[in-house]
């Protein structure tokens, strides 16, 4: 655990991490623009601070600050959401060993786990995050890691987060989370027993749409391994991706305000609207793991998704009219973001499978960002009429 003398993750935002005493009197944080360093007897290869070994000042800020929000031991900043995701896979899964992970999740990570791992001798079985007996049923003697996301993409099915935590301890498991959703903000996964936590920094933690980032989080014995591995496969993140990371990271606690709170309106008048078959929130009384996530979260954050009683033509007329929201992929910026998982997040997968998990050719996805509420929702009601 940090010895952080902050205790609020607000404040953690802003303040962990920063060196004591600023650099040059520097309340900002410089960039630290030179690829490698003058030697000053270190011992180890990896302790060389060089860029790609993630180790100059504008990566050991971010791991002590990221690490400090989820109250996690050590972190790691790296190059996007997926160098964070495979590298922690391929550090802790050799030849001959097993996964488990859930089936609706974002569609890179199915196509890494499907397409690149068996090709490593490494096998796995997709599960239901939500019932423990698939879990066991599934577990091999050769299992060595189980893998969740906080909210499924782009279902936002919610997994029985402690007990898969529980689980993985009860059985000598690796217990992985994809919390890009959640952020740190509205949960923290380590306090509820898992080893590792994952994000895409591209989207809440940075919260601006100009970088593309990740980042794990974890005991320091974990991320020496995770590190180690990602210093020979490369997936570093430079110096100014950094400074703009560490930049967005001190407004995550008030962006994430509101974009729980412009969420939940928008859900809740899209689930009265009639044109509306379904609406995936983990906010709505109607979602089946709602008291689950009011039990587990702080907030239900920014991301929805939903279903048009019309299908694909209705959602193509729907993106057609909307005004404010930018059609487009990614999420968690400051603006609002729709786009159709069939053909962007998950285009990877065959129409097949993503069917069978429930992903339709019409299914709209929706990034809430942080303009006026209402008048978001008066765009979504002039779209829909």
């Known amino acids: 655990m940090s010895d952080s003398s902050f205790r609020k993750l607000s404040t953690k935002a802003i303040h962990a991490g920063e060196p004591q005493p600023r650099l040059e009197g520097s309340v900002a944080m410089p960039i630290f623009q030179s690829a490698m360093f003058e030697y000053m007897g270190e011992k180890s290869y990896h302790d060389l601070k060089y860029i790609r070994l993630n180790n100059t000042p504008n990566h050991r800020v971010l791991h002590q600050k990221l690490a400090e929000l989820e109250n996690a031991e050590a972190g790691l900043v790296t190059a996007s959401g997926m160098a964070a995701i495979s590298t922690s896979m391929l550090a802790l899964l050799n030849q001959g060993d097993h996964l488990l992970i859930q089936g609706t999740l974002y569609g890179g990570t199915h196509d890494f786990v499907t397409k690149d791992l068996p090709r490593w001798g490494i ?67 380590l306090e509820h027993g898992f080893d590792l936590s994952m994000h895409s920094g591209t989207k809440y933690l940075n919260g601006h749409s100009d970088i593309v980032a990740g980042a794990v989080l974890g005991s320091a014995s974990l991320i020496e391994k995770i590190t180690h591995a990602l210093n020979h496969l490369g997936g570093s993140i430079d110096p100014h991706a950094a400074f703009l990371l560490h930049r967005g990271v001190k407004t995550l606690a008030v962006r994430m305000r509101q974009h729980n709170e412009s969420a939940g309106q928008l859900a809740r008048f899209l689930e009265s609207h009639d044109a509306v078959a379904k609406v995936n929130y983990p906010g709505l009384e109607s979602h089946p793991q709602h008291a689950w996530a009011k039990e587990w979260f702080d907030g239900f954050s920014g991301m929805l998704s939903f279903e048009l009683g019309g299908g694909l033509p ?66 979504f009601e002039q779209a829909l009429g």
């Open 314 to 379: 209705a959602a193509e007329r729907l993106f057609e009219r909307l005004r404010i929201p930018l059609k487009a992929p990614s999420l968690g910026g400051v603006e609002s973001l729709v786009t159709r998982p069939a053909i962007t997040s998950h285009a990877g997968m065959s129409a097949e499978d993503r069917h069978a998990l429930g992903i339709t050719d019409g299914l709209v996805r929706v990034s809430v960002g942080i303009e006026d509420p209402q008048e978001l929702v008066e765009d």
């Open 123 to 189: 096998h796995y079985d997709f599960i239901d995050p939500t019932q423990p007996e698939d879990w066991e049923a599934k577990r091999r003697p050769e299992t060595r890691a189980i893998y969740v996301e906080t909210m499924g993409n782009p279902l936002l099915g919610v997994p029985h987060l402690p007990q898969v935590a529980s689980f993985a301890r009860s059985h000598g498991l690796v217990s992985m989370i994809d919390n890009t959703f959640a952020s740190p903000v509205n949960f923290r996964p």
